[in-house]
């Protein structure tokens, strides 16, 4: 069975959403993000759905049940990139995702995972290099 | 046959017939004799004319909806579409099917006028058909006003709902006039592609020209300002006047999660605090 690979990254978990959600594939992810937090204790989740364009009921509760199950594991979540049509989707069905970070773009999102966790801003690797 | 009779009449002396109807017609016409050229009319008049003969000789004359007068209503539909384009009144569009009514009719009088029993046939028959006409007309006629007034209101919808880059990662969407639910939408479409193309945090929703607040209008700005946070983008309300500030608390509206500034001012020196960005005065001004 397909499932959504989960990226490691020092303290955080990179998920990146590129294929149509559909039911078994969100609930498989469900299990496997919550099973890698607690196995790596991960301080930061970042799911990335800017490939989503689509989302029902079902997908938009999940995400953000998956949000909130991590942030109940200790780690931050953070959901980005979501597009407008989805967000307009979302909203419509009231889903408000109360409680869960957003971002507009990965960078931004990692940003503010790094400003929760009190972390250094990533280093510049160009600066790194003159040095 | 009667219905023979007048289009072999109008066959016969369509000459007579064109410069009598145009005649007419001109006179109908109070101050718009300009705008369509005399040759431009009389064409088109010959080819109504032509349609017309050619229509009744092969059909039925009670049905104007049957596939023989095809032409006919193409040629009127486009009349009346563009003279409701060009500014005349209903009447004078109307007037031009009916004209020629009575251009036929003063024709009859002049062959038939010995037999009223003819006259009073062929009129009844002609009249009816020419009355569906320009009952024709006059539906096309209102029906491309009804485009134009569509078209208008799309335009308002677009110009209404601009999205204003006011600093670096910050926009503004002043709101003007009421929201209904189909403005809402456009607004929040706007915003939202706003906030995505310009890489934008913080959007300032400006909600001084919106006349009232209701809890519907309420209700859509919570929405717009959901969608904008799922998107990763904060929002703020200003330009809350004091009415619409005591209205929204009588209505029991709840805007506790939304951040909230009296005026445009206050909301983008909110906004410029939450990019961590200040403004310093440099000198004496």
Redesign the interface.
């Known amino acids: 069975m397909e499932r959504i690979p989960i990226i490691k990254m020092g303290p955080f978990l990179l998920v990146t959403i590129q294929v149509d959600m559909h039911d078994r594939l969100v609930m498989a992810l469900q299990e496997d993000l919550t099973e890698m937090v607690s196995s790596n204790g991960a301080r930061g989740v970042l799911i990335n759905i800017s490939s989503l364009d689509m989302v029902d009921s079902y997908i938009g509760r999940m995400l953000g049940g998956i949000a909130s199950i991590t942030s109940l594991m200790d780690a931050y979540t953070v959901v980005v990139g979501m597009q407008p049509a989805v967000a307009i989707t979302m909203v419509e069905l009231g889903i408000s995702l109360q409680g869960v970070m957003t971002a507009l773009n990965v960078e931004k999102g990692m940003d503010l995972l790094r400003s929760k966790l009190k972390l250094a801003p990533e280093q510049d690797h160009e600066i790194d290099r003159e040095e | 046959m009667a219905k023979v009779n007048t289009i072999r009449l109008m066959a016969e002396k369509k000459d007579e017939l064109l410069q009598q109807w145009i005649e007419l017609h001109l006179a109908s016409l109070s101050l718009r004799k300009d705008i369509i050229g005399n040759e431009n009319l009389y064409r088109q008049s010959r080819d109504f004319i032509d349609a017309f003969v050619q229509a009744a000789e092969g059909a039925d004359f009670e049905d104007i909806n049957r596939v023989e007068w095809t032409t006919v209503r193409k040629i009127l539909a486009e009349i009346s579409t563009n003279r409701s384009r060009q500014g005349y009144s209903p009447s004078e569009t109307a007037s031009y099917v009916f004209t020629l009514k009575e251009a036929i009719i003063r024709l009859l009088q002049k062959e038939y006028g010995v037999q009223p029993d003819v006259l009073i046939q062929e009129t009844l028959t002609i009249s009816k058909i020419l009355d569906k006409l320009g009952l024709l007309t006059f539906e096309t006629y209102s029906k491309a006003r009804e485009e134009v007034i569509y078209r208008q209101q799309q335009e308002m919808l677009e110009l209404s709902t601009p999205v204003i880059q006011l600093w670096d990662g910050i926009l503004a969407l002043p709101l003007i006039g009421t929201l209904d639910s189909g403005r809402t939408q456009v607004v ?2 706007n915003l ?2 706003g ?2 193309s310009t ?3 913080v959007a300032i929703l400006d909600i001084s020209g919106v006349p009232t607040v209701d809890t519907l209008v309420a209700q859509h700005i919570i ?1 717009t300002v ?8 904060e929002c703020i309300i200003s330009g809350i006047r004091p009415e619409i500030a005591q209205t929204i608390v009588q209505l029991g509206v709840d805007l506790s999660m939304v951040k909230t500034r009296a005026t445009l001012a206050g909301a983008l020196k909110l906004a410029l605090d939450m990019r961590k960005l200040t403004i310093v005065q440099i000198g004496k001004a």
């Open positions: 929040m479409e939202l592609r906030i995505l890489n934008s945090d929405k959901s969608a904008a946070r799922l998107m990763g983008a």
